[in-house]
């Protein structure tokens, strides 16, 4: 787990395409890797990915053919710079908030532009994550905990201070940007719980407006 608090940027140094999946070296920066053992987890980009080995100056990590598949890990290239975090310990002051490291899908930059000191964005969330992301809600991008400021259907905004945008690569997005999105683990779990005996079926639909209706949660 991890609370999306930046501890450093880092860099793509290397990319092994390992038939179907992917291992990547990182450079780590300024994390301090010292605590850090063969299979602890780093989040990268908002990515939970495991330590496989540690060269010195950063780790190796396998990415398999699913994280590939819902994550912008296949666009990554060598020279890219990337958010990292490790995992939260009991000690760590939850500064963000709960963020498992598991993209929930790509997201993209709409537009950018300046409110005084800090710099204003709207990002575009695949359809299907829309209804998990609310005003004054948080949303993980690229690893990093935000706060909702604006929400219009599948597209939020987000106000961005200056020092985040120093210490994370958050400073780079313009528009056409892709980013991972991860949605608050809370709302997740809340929409499994009201479905009731529903979740034990087979069903893709998850929660629907009709569904609401039905049992009270929402007026037509």
């Avoid at 990590?61 to 290239?77: G, P, R």
């Avoid at 963000?96 to 575009?124: N, P, Q, T, Y």
């Avoid at 009731?196 to 037509?220: N, P, V």
């Amino acid at each position: 787990m991890f609370t999306g608090i930046i501890e450093a940027v880092g860099e793509i140094a290397e990319l092994q395409p390992q038939g179907g999946d992917l291992r990547v070296r990182v450079r780590s920066g300024k994390l301090d890797l010292t605590d850090v053992g063969l299979g602890d987890s780093i989040a990268t980009n908002g990515v939970c990915l495991t330590v496989v080995d540690l060269p010195g100056d950063g780790y190796w990590a396998d990415v398999s053919a699913e994280t590939l598949d819902v994550t912008s890990v296949s666009s990554w290239k060598k020279g890219d710079r990337a958010n990292l975090e490790k995992a939260l310990t009991p000690q760590t002051r939850l500064g963000g908030h709960i963020v498992s490291g598991h993209v929930d899908g790509i997201g993209e930059v709409v537009w950018r532009k300046s409110e005084a000191r800090a710099e204003r964005f709207r990002l575009r969330a695949p359809e299907n994550l829309a209804r998990y992301i609310a005003h004054k809600g948080s949303i993980t991008v690229d690893g990093t905990s935000l706060t909702v400021n604006a929400v219009d259907g599948a597209e939020f905004e987000l106000t961005i201070v200056p020092h985040t945008l120093q210490e994370t690569i958050m400073g780079s997005y313009s528009a056409g940007t892709r980013v991972n999105l991860e949605v608050d683990l809370i709302a997740r779990y809340l929409e499994r719980l009201l479905l009731g005996d529903k979740a034990a079926k087979s069903s893709d639909e998850g929660m629907t407006l009709e569904f609401l209706a039905q049992h009270g949660f929402y007026k037509r």
